[in-house]
């Protein structure tokens, strides 16, 4: 192996030694503790040292870096206390996410590392929110984002170098090539030679860089990493390497043969490095044991520490209470000077008086600069705030969601539009193990709001139709609003914003433009968690939201029903106050939702009333939904499908009791 160091001092040169010996020496005491059952996984880094710990020399302190499961170096390089590293290891409280994350699936601002989650891909177009806001401030810092190459497989990948590549973002793709993915030889995981090829598809600058060669790393990266803090641009970096142990340990090497074992045991980033710093008279055998000797004294004095820590005790209340941040709700009081407009208006006005109110707020969506969005809603958007704030997006959920996250880690607020809610599906990932997990893994919040154009009665058809509130409402961690007229729609649009947590704001597109209403001009918020009690009357609660509560509304008028109408308005806070207020008075309850019946919310409400009301009950709880079918598009079959017409009926059946 070939050591170019060009200029570097002899200090430089035992500092990047050092950098990479650290590492391998916590590791090799956590195998030993792996063993005695202290830990309860590990993967290993032995081999690839190099990438880590050259990459996180070569970048600034307070830049932004994205590790993965194999990157001990990044940790060890940014200076964290190793007695919290190990007690993060052992899920003990003074670790970095209170016992509920595991190894390296954590993160610390404090340090500027964000830690992964398990599905590997998220961690590319996170580095993509991050670079995003890091160019939006001009502030010159680059952000580096591992993959091994068997991520690279994931969609993710494309996604985040595509997006990355179309806004310049500063960022460095640092994909480590070590041959297997688990099992799966490269040749398996991908057609084309390098991972670097790849680069010239995006449009991208890329580079082959030997990963087991320290001084090439770190002199590579720090050059590369001055070139883009000037101007900002993705850069696809590939590091030849090796891990010479089992993807973790209970997994083993059998499926590698012995020759290429050895041959890259000869290519051991720290022995060649180490003979090269003695052949050159830079380091001595005295020094190296001393340096040896001072990094064992120091694991071990800080695994005494870690040993000593309490462990992690359940208690429920701090369990619940870190699901969601805490959010301090202001009340804005809407003021007398109204306008008659339709839904679809107020969510346009509502979000144009967001983006003056935070000045940095920034909206991503498909067709929603110059066009305006398939809805209009940004129309003029652009030309007032900008291209930076209003940004159009390739077709690409999963990673502008992951974008938004990288945004709000760096603290920014964002609103995605998806074009139809539908389409959330190719963004599920980030929503359910991203943004709803973050605060509880490591109190990181996600201020970020996903507008979902939802719902059907508009013969669009099985992928333009659903209302998927469900998928959502059963995650905790998110919130979901779900408004049914103008007033609250802009209300709670700017609540949604003001809210640090991730929220998902259903608007029903049939609603946009038959739903007219006096809506305040002013930039007014209305409380999550607070239903409306729409009509008041003693025979029955109607409980419903979204286009529900407009069927509901027709129903009760023209059978002339003594009926509380509760509109929900947001899902996730439940408003069970009101619920069970009314119910307690009628005796009484049907739920209605548009959606399939079977696992809605409906569902809940009504075991939740069971639970809670029984004894006031007259009559069994009755839920109305959706066929337990795709939505149809024939305006016949969509008729039939939607409840509509079975509520009336329900309706009436069920004051007959
Ligand atoms: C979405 C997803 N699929 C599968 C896995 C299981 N898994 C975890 S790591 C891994 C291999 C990753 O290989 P590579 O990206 O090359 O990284 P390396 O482990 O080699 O460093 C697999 C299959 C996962 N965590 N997430
Ligand atoms: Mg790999």
Known sequence: MQFHNNDLSKSKLLDLYKAMLLPRLVEEKMLILLRQ????????????????????????????????????????????PLNRLFSQFQGKANGFSKGRERSFHFGTQEFNIIGMISHLGPQLGI????????????????????????????????????????????????????????STPSKDQFK???????????????????????????????????EVRKNPHPVLLEFKT???????????????????????????????????????????????????NTFIHLISDNLKIAFAEDEQIFNLTTELNDVYQEFDYQEIIPKNKKSKIRFVDAISKGLYQSMEQHDDLVIMGQDIAEYGGVFKITEGFLEKFG???????????????????????????????????????????????????????????????LRMPCGAGVGAGPFHSQTNEAWFTKTPGLKVVYPAFPYDAKGLL???????????????????????????????TLPFGKASVLKEGDKVSIITY????????????????????????????????????????????????????????????????????????DAPVKRVGALETPVPFAKNLEDNFLPKERFKLALIDLLKY
Request: proline content about 3%; some cysteine; glycine content about 8%.
């Open 37 to 80: 059952g202290k830990i309860s996984k590990w993967f290993s880094g032995i081999g690839q040292e190099a990438i880590s710990a050259g990459i996180t020399l070569a970048l600034e302190e307070d830049e932004y870096i994205l590790p993965m499961h194999r990157n001990l170096g990044v940790f060890t390089n940014r200076n964290i």
């Open 127 to 182: 580095a993509d929110g991050i670079a995003l806001a890091n160019k939006i401030k001009k502030n010159g810092k680059v952000t580096a984002v591992f993959s091994g190459e068997g991520g690279t497989s994931e969609g993710d990948f494309h996604e985040a170098l595509n997006v990355a590549a179309v806004w310049d973002l500063p960022v460095l793709f640092c994909i480590e090539n070590n041959g297997y993915g688990l």
């Open 192 to 226: 084309c030679e390098n991972i670097a090829d790849k680069g010239e598809g995006y449009g991208m600058e890329s580079h082959i860089i030997d990963g087991n060669n320290i001084v090439e790393v770190y002199l590579k990266v720090r050059k590369i990493a001055g």
């Open 242 to 292: 090796f891990r010479m142990r089992g993807h973790e340990e209970a997994s083993g090497t059998k499926y590698i043969s012995k020759q290429i074992l050895d041959t890259w045991a000869k290519k051991d980033p720290i022995e060649n490095f180490r003979q090269y710093l003695i052949n050159k008279n830079m380091l001595t055998e005295i020094q190296e044991v001393e340096i040896k």
């Open 387 to 449: 291209k930076d704030r209003v940004r159009n997006t390739p077709i690409c959920e999963s990673v502008i969601i992951e974008t938004a996250y990288g945004l709000s880690i760096s603290g920014v607020k964002s609103v995605v539009e998806l074009q139809f809610s539908d389409f959330i599906t190719s963004g599920f990932n980030p929503v359910i193990n991203l943004l709803a997990k973050s605060y509880y893994r490591w109190n990181q919040n996600a201020d970020i709001v």
């Open 494 to 524: 700017a609540t949604a914003i003001e809210d640090p947590n991730p929220v998902l704001f259903f608007e029903h597109k049939q609603l946009y433009r038959s739903i007219y209403q006096e809506v305040p001009d002013n930039y007014y």
């Open 546 to 617: 979204g286009a529900g509560v407009h069927w509901a509304l027709e129903a009760v008028d023209k059978e002339n029903i003594q009926a509380d109408i509760i509109d929900l308005r947001t899902l996730q806070p439940l408003d069970t106050e009101t619920i069970f207020k009314s119910v307690k008075k009628t005796g009484k309850a049907i739920i209605l939702q548009e959606d399939t019946l079977f696992g809605g919310i409906a569902s809940d409400i009504s075991a939740l009333i069971n639970e809670n009301c029984f004894e006031f009950l």
